[in-house]
């Protein structure tokens, strides 16, 4: 147990729709960095926030959107979905801003239909 | 910007062979390295890391990592593989604010 939190664990949506994937980062840790993972594109950075504060994009989609809360969990928005949107999405925490070692949940499965 | 390259998208070893999983790096500043592995329907778990300390790092579950700044390479080995080391495994660079990603080598263990 990575002591990172991912609700749900599997999502089935239909295109279109709007879903909200959830992480809760090990206690004491102030980074939450999104990851999607998909088989053709493989793991990629969407989103860093460290202390309720956006520090990194990455190839995040204009249709996604995230925020970190005061109490440091984090939410990941996916609207308007596409088949290929279809993907895990993991986060990961970290204590520090900058990446030194960081822990990861078990992921979110999004299937969209 | 920071990239890995994974030799390999599937190695399949003999239980008790060693393990070699190949890893080359592309940074314009001194990198730091990292292996991840990934059990079916799990998270990444950390394996090892190399942080500019010693160039041979040990990991967890009888992993070890050589950095070789002349070869570019950080590859992955274990001396004796285990049915439990099924899996897939992701080397990875720190880039600006994030880690990179390779794109994957699965290992298979034939009994």
């Known amino acids: 147990d990575s002591g990172v939190t991912q609700t749900p664990k599997h999502l089935i949506t239909a295109t279109g729709q709007r879903v909200t994937l959830r992480c809760s980062p090990r206690?004491?840790?102030?980074?939450v960095y999104w990851y999607q993972q998909s088989l053709d594109q493989g793991l990629q950075f969407l989103i860093q926030y460290y202390n309720g504060e956006e520090r990194a994009k990455g190839n995040i989609l204009e249709r996604f959107s995230a925020q970190q809360f005061p109490d440091l969990h984090s939410e990941l928005n996916l609207s308007s979905l596409e088949l290929g949107d279809s993907a895990l999405y993991f986060c990961?925490?970290?204590?520090?801003?900058?990446?030194?070692?960081?822990?990861f949940g078990q992921g979110t499965r999004l299937t969209v239909v | 910007a920071q990239s890995v390259t994974q030799l390999g998208s599937h190695v399949s070893v003999s239980e008790g062979a060693l393990v070699l999983l190949r890893c080359n790096y592309s940074?314009?500043?001194?990198?730091?390295l990292f292996w991840y592995v990934q059990y079916p329907n799990q998270g990444l778990q950390l394996l090892l890391k190399?942080?500019?300390?010693?160039?041979l790092v040990k990991g967890i579950n009888g992993f070890e990592a050589e950095f070789k700044k002349s070869e570019t390479s950080f590859h992955l080995t274990k001396p004796s593989a285990h049915m439990s080391d099924a899996a897939e495994y992701f080397c990875a660079v720190r880039g600006a604010q994030k880690l990179v990603f390779g794109q994957g080598t699965r290992l298979t263990i034939n009994p």
């Open positions: 190399y942080t500019s300390a010693a160039t």
């Open positions: 940074s314009s500043v001194p990198p730091y």
């Open positions: 206690s004491g840790d102030l980074s």
């Open positions: 990961a925490s970290s204590v520090a801003q900058v990446w030194t070692e960081a822990f």
